[in-house]
T-cell receptor, first 116, second 112 residues
Framework: EAEVAQSPRYKITEKSQAVAFWCDPI?????LYWYRQILGQGPELLVQ????????DSQLPKDRFSAERLKGVDSTLKIQPAELGDSAMYLC??????????????FGAGSRLTVL | QKEVEQDPGPLSVPEGAIVSLNCTYSNSAFQYFMWYRQYSRKGPELLMY????GNKEDGRFTAQVDKSSKYISLFIRDSQPSDSATYLCAMSRTGGGNKLTFGTGTQLKVEL
């Protein structure tokens, strides 16, 4: 069964350090999403790509977060500098297209970040 | 007020019980409704998907959508310890770019 791959699974860092997360979506999926899930809450969208283009980054804290999907396949989410409030699970998901409805999202296992 | 409200639980039931999980929402533009199951330290996995109002059944799981009341439910029959997880409702609207809005999740524990 096709999966969304994410790494690292766990990351512990000190505040003010830089961290990066990587995601490889299901082959052929044009749309890629990064969600952040704080403990005890539901996932919230940070950024959405259609191929290599950003289509929604309205909730991405752009002063410290950046995301790219250079060749329209895998993607990297970076935080610099990390803050204590960034401790969360970072989830990557993909879907065939961005058309609402039949294009269900498949999530990866997530990258859990702890900022000390 | 959040667009999607969900009781966080925790909900504890005995094995074999019928479980009812619910979400309410405020945005009448939502047309697509999903339930995801999330085991501890794992990503969410899609459990049920429903378009507009009505019921959908899949094995022990039944999803119901009542758009007039802005209320969705997930029923689990003959609950098993392996059903112990957090259940997240999610929804999206036509033209919304397939963006999902999630509830906070309900933590369920099915005890032997």
């Amino acid at each position: 069964e096709a999966e969304v791959a994410q790494s690292p699974r766990y990351k512990i860092t000190e505040k003010s350090q830089a961290v990066a997360f990587w995601c490889d979506p299901i082959s052929g999926h044009a749309t890629l999403y990064w969600y952040r899930q704080i403990l005890g809450q539901g996932p919230e969208l940070l950024v959405q790509f259609q191929d290599e283009s950003v289509v929604d980054d309205s909730q991405l804290p752009k002063d410290r977060f950046s995301a790219e999907r250079l060749k329209g396949v895998d993607s990297t989410l970076k935080i610099q500098p990390a803050e204590l409030g960034d401790s969360a699970m970072y989830l990557c998901a993909s879907s065939l297209t961005q058309v609402s409805g039949a294009n269900v999202l498949t999530f990866g296992a997530g990258s859990r970040l702890t900022v000390l | 007020q959040k667009e999607v409200e969900q009781d966080p639980g925790p909900l504890s039931v005995p094995e074999g019980a019928i479980v009812s999980l619910n979400c309410t929402y405020s945005n009448s533009a939502f047309q697509y409704f999903m339930w995801y199951r999330q085991y501890s330290r794992k990503g969410p996995e899609l459990l049920m998907y429903t378009y507009s109002s009505g019921n959908k059944e899949d094995g022990r799981f039944t999803a119901q959508v009542d758009k007039s009341s802005k209320y969705i439910s997930l029923f689990i029959r003959d609950s098993q310890p392996s059903d112990s997880a957090t259940y997240l409702c999610a929804m999206s609207r036509t033209g919304g770019g397939n963006k999902l809005t999630f509830g906070t999740g309900t933590q369920l524990k099915v005890e032997l």
